[in-house]
C-alpha cells in the first residue's frame, strides 16, 4: 500500500499498535528537547525513576524561556538543568544559544527520526521532516528513559500546495491562512502533512514556521517530506550526512484534502485574543500600533531577521514605536551581526533583545496599557504579552516591519512588488556550538552532583483516587481556556520549579480567589473540581496547567472538549478529564455546587460515570474515555506512582 510521509514515519517507529487512524499506539522517540520552563519538572522526574543516562539517540536540554533572571530563581534552574544534562547524558544548550525549535532546527533535526519535546511548539520540527510533538514534561522524561510515547494514531489531512507566494507574502501568511480555514477548535486528533509542487519553493525555515503553528490548530504534528530542499538546508548548516530523503508514495490515501494555492495567500493578521481570529492586513491598514516585536520560534530565523533588516536599512521607525527584535539563535544574531544587517537594524531604532523567547512568553517588553501590539509570534491569548488591556495581533515579519516604519498596520504589498527583499538562504550558515554543553563519558556521570537551590521545590505527588469523588465546583469557565489562563508564564515563570509556590497562582488572570477556595476544600476533606467549555487547555504544553491544579486538591476537570496535551498531562497527574455527555449539561453546574462521582472503578470501565450535582439534584452523564494504560495512571494516582511506586501524601 502506497504510504504517506506522516504514516511512514510512524510505521518505522512502532512500538505498539498498527497502523490504523484514531488507535491507540505507541511509537519509538529517537530525540528529545527539553526547555527551562518545563525542563526543571521533567528532569525532576527522570530523576525520581532512577533511570541513569538517557536511551535516546539524542536528548537536549535548552535554556530559553527564563533568560531574564530577575532574582536568583531562575539562575538556579539553570545550574539545576546543567547538572542534570550532565548526570544524565544530555547536550546542553546554554542561555543565549538560542530558542530551542530554532537551534533544533539548525544543529539537531534530522529527517525521518521523531523528537518529542516538552513545549507544545516542538512540531516546528517537522520542516525537516521530522515527526516532532510536543507533550507534558513527565511524557518527554519517560522518552528520554527509553519508554515508547502512547498516542492516537492521527487522522492525516495533506495540505496539497501549489503555486508561489507572490512579493510580500510569507509563510506566516500561510498558516494563518490555515488557521481561518480550519481554526483552532477541533483538530485534536488530526496531523497534517504538507505536499505538493508549491513545497519546493518554500525553505526549511519557512516550512518549520507554518509547521510550528500547527500548535494553534491543535493538531498533533505538522509534517513536510525531505527533498532537495532539506538537502541544501543540511549542508548550509555543515551537516550533509544527516540528511535522508523522505516523500509520500504516489497514490498514498488521506483522511482529507485541503488545496491551497499559494499565489492566492495575501498578508493576513490574527486579531485580538486568539490565533484563529484571522483578518487581512488590507482591512486593518490604518490601525494606530504602539509597539512592533520580531522574533519567536515562529519567525526569528536568518531569512526573517535578514527581510527585516534590507526594509528598515537606511529608515527610521516611527516616532510613536516601540521595536523589538530577538534573533532566534545565536547563530542567527551572529551572521546578521558579521554581515551588518544588525547595524542596520540598530541604526532604524531597533531594540535588540537576547536570542530567547523573551516578549513572546510575556516576561518582558509588555506593551502599554491599551496598545496595539503587532508581533511575529504565534500566541495572542489575552494577557499572555503581560498588559492585559493590550490588544496584540500575530502577523508575518514582512506585515511586522511595514508598521514600524509606517507607526500603523500597512498592507506590505503597496512598498512595490519590485523592492521585495528576496533573502536566499546561505550557502553556509555559521555553525559554532561553542554553547552546547556536551555530557560527560558515560563512567563520569554518576559522580556529577546535582545542583539544587532554594528554588528547586519537592516534586508534587497525587495519590490513588477513592471509589467515590466528592468534591466542590471551584470555578466554571468558558470555550477555548488556554494554559495561559490556567497557569500564567511572564512574571510567574520564576516559581516554575516550585510548585507549592507556582500553585497561588492557578487561575490569575480569570479568577484570583481560586487558590483559596480550594485549599480551603481541602482543609474540610473535600476535593475540588473545574468546570469547563471546549477547547480546555489550548496551547502550551506546560505540566503545571494540571501540576499545580492537583497540588491545590483538584481532581477532576469536566469539560465540553480538550486539548491533546493538557488531557494528556491531565491524566498523567492522576487527575481526570470527563467530558459532558450532552454539552448542553455544561448549564446544569454553577460555581460552589457540591458534586460527586460514585462507582470510579467500574465506570472508568465503561468510559461513562454520572456527575451527581448534590446542591441541584441533578444527574449528569459524563464520558471518560480512557484505555487501559490510562484508567491504571489514573488509579495509581498518576504516572509517576505507576513507574517509582505509590505516593505516600496527597
Ligand atoms: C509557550 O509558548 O506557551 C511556552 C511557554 O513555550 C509553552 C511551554 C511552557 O509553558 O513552558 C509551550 O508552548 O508549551
Ligand atoms: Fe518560546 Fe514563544 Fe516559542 Fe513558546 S512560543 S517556545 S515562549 S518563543
Known amino acids: 500500500m502506497p504510504q504517506g510521509v506522516i504514516e511512514k514515519l510512524i510505521t518505522s517507529h512502532m512500538a505498539r499498535g498498527a497502523w490504523a487512524p484514531g488507535a491507540d499506539i505507541e511509537i519509538r522517540i529517537d530525540q528529545t528537547l527539553t526547555q527551562d520552563a518545563t525542563g526543571t519538572m521533567a528532569f525532576l522526574q527522570y530523576e525520581a525513576m532512577g533511570a541513569g543516562s538517557v536511551k535516546t539517540e539524542l536528548s537536549v536540554s535548552y535554556v530559553d524561556h527564563n533568560t531574564v533572571q530577575a532574582g536568583f530563581e531562575n539562575a538556579d534552574d539553570h545550574a539545576y538543568l546543567q547538572s542534570a544534562a550532565a548526570r544524565f547524558g544530555v547536550k546542553f544548550s546554554r542561555a543565549g544559544n538560542g530558542i530551542c525549535h530554532q537551534v533544533h532546527l539548525e544543529r539537531f533535526g534530522q529527517p525521518g527520526k521523531t523528537l518529542l519535546g516538552s513545549d507544545s511548539h516542538t512540531p516546528t ?29 492521527p487522522r492525516v489531512s495533506l495540505v496539497n500546495l501549489t503555486g508561489r507566494l507572490p512579493p510580500w507574502v510569507a509563510a506566516k501568511d500561510v498558516i494563518l491562512r490555515m488557521l481561518q480555514m480550519l481554526t483552532s477548535k477541533g483538530n485534536v486528533g ?34 513536510f517530506p525531505s527533498d532537495n530542499v532539506t538537502r541544501r538546508f543540511l549542508r548550509a548548516q555543515g551537516r550533509p550526512a544527516d540528511y535522508t530523503p523522505l516523500q509520500a508514495d504516489p497514490g498514498a490515501s488521506y483522511d482529507r484534502v485541503i488545496n491551497l494555492d499559494l499565489s492566492q495567500i495575501e498578508p493576513l493578521a490574527a486579531a485580538p485574543h486568539n490565533p484563529d481570529n484571522v483578518k487581512t492586513v488590507r482591512e486593518l491598514a490604518g490601525l494606530a500600533v504602539q509597539q512592533v516585536c520580531i522574533g519567536s520560534c515562529t519567525n526569528s530565523s536568518y531569512k526573517d531577521l535578514m527581510v527585516a533588516a534590507r526594509m528598515l536599512a537606511g529608515k527610521k521607525i ?52 491599551n496598545a496595539v501590539s503587532i508581533r511575529t509570534s504565534n500566541r495572542n491569548f489575552l494577557g499572555r504579552s503581560g498588559t492585559r488591556d493590550a490588544a496584540v495581533y500575530l502577523t508575518s515579519v514582512e506585515t511586522a516591519a511595514a508598521a514600524a516604519l509606517a507607526g500603523k498596520f500597512a498592507d506590505p504589498r503597496d512598498l512595490g512588488a519590485n523592492r521585495y527583499p528576496a533573502v536566499r538562504q546561505p550557502a553556509r550558515f555559521l555553525a559554532d556550538d561553542a554553547l552546547i554543553v556536551e555530557p560527560p563519558a558515560p563512567a563520569a556521570r554518576a559522580s556529577v552532583p546535582l545542583i539544587r537551590g532554594p528554588n528547586i521545590g519537592a516534586l508534587p505527588r497525587n495519590v490513588p483516587p477513592p471509589d467515590t469523588l466528592a468534591g466542590i465546583a471551584q470555578i466554571k469557565v468558558g470555550d477555548k481556556i488556554t494554559t495561559d489562563h490556567i497557569m500564567p508564564a511572564g512574571a510567574f515563570l520564576k516559581f516554575r520549579s516550585n510548585v507549592p509556590k507556582y500553585a497561588e497562582y492557578v487561575f490569575h488572570p480569570v479568577d484570583r480567589e481560586f487558590p483559596a477556595r480550594c485549599k480551603q476544600a481541602r482543609a474540610q476533606g473535600r476535593f475540588s473540581f473545574i468546570i469547563a467549555g471546549e477547547s480546555y487547555g489550548q496551547g502550551s504544553s506546560r505540566e503545571h496547567a494540571a501540576l499545580c491544579p492537583m497540588y491545590l486538591g483538584v481532581r477532576a476537570v469536566v469539560a465540553r472538549s480538550f486539548e491533546r496535551i493538557h488531557a494528556a498531562n491531565l491524566i498523567n497527574c492522576g487527575m481526570l478529564p470527563l467530558i459532558f455527555q450532552n454539552p448542553g449539561d455544561y448549564t446544569r453546574v454553577e460555581p460552589g455546587d457540591l458534586l460527586e462521582l460514585p462507582g470510579l472503578r467500574t465506570g472508568l470501565e465503561r468510559g461513562a460515570l454520572v456527575l451527581k450535582n448534590l446542591t441541584r439534584g441533578a444527574d449528569i452523564p459524563v464520558q471518560c474515555r480512557l484505555n487501559e494504560r490510562e484508567r491504571a495512571i489514573i488509579l495509581a494516582g498518576g504516572r509517576l506512582n505507576l513507574q517509582v511506586g505509590p505516593a505516600d501524601a496527597g
Open 125 to 153: 520540527g517537522g520542516g525537516i521532516g521530522m515527526l516532532a510533538i510536543g507533550a507534558g514534561g513527565l511524557d518527554v522524561a519517560m522518552a528520554m528513559a527509553g519508554r515508547p510515547f502512547a498516542l492516537k494514531c
Open 318 to 369: 516611527a516616532p510613536g514605536i516601540s521595536l523589538v527584535i530577538a534573533p532566534g539563535s545565536r547563530q542567527v544574531l551572529e551572521m546578521i551581526a558579521r554581515n551588518g544587517a544588525l547595524a542596520d537594524l540598530i541604526a532604524a531604532g531597533a531594540r535588540i533583545a537576547e536570542s530567547a523567547c523573551g516578549f513572546c512568553i510575556g516576561n518582558s517588553h509588555a506593551p502599554p496599557s
Open 190 to 223: 488530526t496531523a497534517l502533512e504538507y505536499g505538493g509542487p508549491g513545497v519546493r519553493a518554500l525553505s526549511v525555515p519557512e516550512r518549520a514556521t507554518i509547521a510550528n503553528m500547527g500548535a494553534e490548530l491543535g493538531v498533533t504534528a505538522s509534517v
